[in-house]
């Protein structure tokens, strides 16, 4: 064996056991950190109560029952398949029966997230070399669309990103078996994964000269039952008499009001779903997805055409939240996008190897400055769910008995998530369900409220429908229902709870005589006539209990808040700003001669013992501006801003 052979063959032993179990090493160890952290921060997010919407605690729900034998989501209203086709369900049954908590089904996002990772790495690895491939893995980390979605709640969609990612390996290694069952298991997952079963099956037409019937005939066979089955048979019968068979072909209902019509409109309109493909939005979706990547993976067409199912879906949906990055949606285009990219850079190596390298940094660059857009984003979301009183929230969760029906607004439905009876607090001030459009009525298995009335979505609702939707809560709150536990906005109503506090009432008539009135008048549109310190009703340390009196004196039309002080001598102050009537009974929905008698429990934890003054001002949200005060009696018609309730002692 001459020189250059042994040099050779030193260089393959090399490879062999260093360099090549380097780099896959150092792919472990990223893709170990990428779970490790991405579990730690979505713990954290969800003790802190950051799972703000309804989807978690949705599909949470539905393992939960699954395991008890049931299918009827009470969140959705309906059986849990007759909103979407998740029978992957069922074979998460037994980690769920391991592990029954809605975190397990978050760390399987992550999980599936990371394999995906990892496959990119061993694809890449391939196509242009572990270093190479190290620098796509950790780009596709550090992809926005990847990010977002997995500070997103959580979707059974999300589980895909790693079949997606096996299933293309094992048709690039020719392994029919392992294929095959990864294609049954991706299918299903969602019911928009069928269509991706029947484009690989395409795909396969062009890139298999063999065993035709087995990578392109089987996938296109059970791709097009599988959905039908789905789509036009299980769902329809599970969704019974509800109003459409199906719960999101509105969202396509411009290209027509069923399949047949969509189908027609693709044929003899094909104008105008070039129109909706060429909305402004569409474009604009387009570029968060492929601009850090200067667009290459359009050199990969074979490989995009792969999730066309799914960029049609996007393209054409009148859903917003299906031309963003900020939900899940785009998760389940990145493997592909990443994937053309990757072969996008190695033709380029093949045809036009001086522009490889330039083309990687420029994308490397590109990829950095995107990530750089977003960080403002990510630091908005992490500071979303780095929430006051989060123990308080968990005392109450805790108070809940598990047998016990619950409406709550959305940061508490996925800790209260396994019962049989959950709502939340939209279907209540909607008047209707969300999801089956039916009439809501509070059913009678419902014996706790456990509101935060500084919920966004709460809050949201409340300015959209106004008055109804205020009024809703108010006629609900006004019979049997009574203040159980209560710290600031978070209040937690027990049906009938006999001698405890109302929070809030309204009257037409004085609730104190008019020598105990203080009249402390706000911008000349209503009053202040007294404040009283309330009682200590649940003992819980730091709190100083108030019952405020209010009088309109005109219709006060804008939206105030107020700002409660508390200082002491050598030491730095403390506040809180809350919005006057919780929401429920909101200034702007106040009328001239309204009376309300208010509780309120500030909440100051670790509160030393001792003599603190407190003060008070308030602000008119829809002006913006300070409101100006007047006091009854000398000095009426000298506005000032601060109004200073005098020396409290805490004990």
């Known amino acids: 064996m001459d020189l250059p052979e042994l040099k050779n063959l030193s260089q393959q032993i ?42 978690l605690a949705l599909y949470a729900q539905s393992m939960w029952l699954l395991l008890h034998g049931s299918f009827d989501n009470t969140i959705l209203g309906m059986n849990f398949l007759a909103n979407h086709a998740e029978y992957i369900s069922f074979l998460l049954v037994p980690i769920y029966a391991i592990f029954p908590h809605p975190l397990t089904l978050v760390y399987l996002k992550v999980f599936s997230f990371v394999v995906g990772v990892f496959m990119l790495y061993v694809l890449a690895k391939k196509a242009a070399g572990p270093v190479i491939a190290l620098l796509w893995m950790t780009i596709f980390l ?34 029919p078996r392992p294929f095959l069952i990864t294609m049954l298991l991706t299918s299903l997952i969602k019911e928009n994964m069928s269509p991706l079963i029947v484009a690989f099956g395409i795909y396969a037409m062009f890139h298999r000269s063999r065993n035709r019937f087995l990578w392109a005939g089987i996938p296109v066979f059970w791709g097009i039952i599988w959905f039908y089955l789905s789509m036009f048979i299980i769902t329809p019968s599970l969704r019974g008499g509800l109003s459409s068979p199906n719960q999101y072909l509105y969202l396509f209902s411009d290209l027509g009001g069923s399949p047949g019509e969509i189908l027609q409109c693709f044929i ?14 569409n474009i604009s979706y387009l570029s968060e997805l492929f601009g850090p990547f200067l667009f290459l993976p359009i050199l990969s067409p074979d490989i995009l055409f792969l999730a066309a199912p799914v960029f049609a879906q996007h393209l054409l949906s009148s859903a917003a939240q299906q031309q963003t990055i900020s939900y899940h949606y785009a998760a389940t285009l990145a493997p592909f ?72 607004t959305g940061d508490f439905l996925a800790p209260l998530s396994a019962r049989r009876f959950i709502y939340p607090h939209l279907h209540l001030i909607r008047e209707h369900n969300s999801f089956t459009g039916q009439r809501f009525i509070l059913p009678g298995q419902v014996n706790f409220l456990l509101l935060d009335f500084n919920d966004f979505w709460l809050t949201e609702d409340l300015k959209a429908h106004h008055k109804r939707a205020a009024q809703v809560l108010q006629q609900l709150l006004r019979r049997d229902w009574f203040v159980k536990d209560a710290v600031e906005d978070l209040v937690l109503f027990e049906k009938g709870a006999q001698g405890k506090d109302q929070l809030i009432e309204r009257s037409t008539k004085a609730f104190m005589s008019r020598a105990n009135h203080a009249e402390l008048s706000i911008d000349d549109r209503f009053s202040l006539l007294a ?31 107020m700002i409660i002080v508390l200082g002491a001598e050598g030491s730095e102050d403390l506040s809180r700003t809350r919005t006057i009537g919780y929401t429920l009974y909101p200034t702007y929905l106040w009328e001239k001669g309204d009376y309300f008698r208010e509780r309120y429990w500030l909440y100051f934890p670790r509160l030393k013992s001792g003599e603190y003054r407190v003060r008070m001002m308030f602000i008119n949200k829809s002006k913006d501006r300070v409101a100006q005060l007047k006091f009854a009696g000398a000095g009426r018609n000298v506005p000032f801003e601060v109004y200073d309730l005098g020396i409290f002692a805490i004990k």
Not at 268 to 281: A, G, K, S
Not at 535 to 560: C, K, L, M, Q
Request: proline share 4%; hydrophobic share 45%; net charge positive.
């Open 142 to 175: 550090l992809y926005p669309a990847n990010i977002l979605a997995l500070f997103y709640e959580f979707h059974m969609e999300s589980l895909s990103i790693g079949p997606l990612f096996l299933l293309y390996y094992f048709f690039q290694e020719e392994k």
């Open 14 to 55: 090399s490879d062999r056991h260093f360099g090549r179990e380097v780099h896959d090493r150092w792919a472990l160890a990223i893709s170990g950190s990428a779970l490790l952290g991405w579990c730690f921060l979505l713990t954290w997010k969800y003790l802190a109560f950051g799972y703000y919407d309804w989807d």
């Open 531 to 561: 404040y009283e310190r309330g009682e200590n009703t649940f003992g819980r340390s730091g709190v100083i209990p108030f019952v405020f009196y209010w009088r309109a004196d005109a219709p006060v039309s804008d939206d105030y808040e």
């Open 268 to 281: 003899f309109h094909p104008q105008l779903v070039v129109q909706r493909l060429l909305r402004p939005e």
């Open 337 to 408: 996008i990443f994937l053309a990219a990757v072969q996008a850079l190695r033709r380029i190596r093949r045809f036009a190897p001086r522009l490889f390298y330039l083309s990687l940094t420029l994308m490397l660059f590109a990829h950095l400055i995107n990530f750089q857009f977003y960080k403002g984003q990510y630091a908005y979301l992490i500071r979303h769910f780095q929430r006051s009183l989060n123990a308080i929230r968990w005392e109450m969760v805790k108070t809940v008995p598990a047998q016990s029906g619950v409406l709550a």
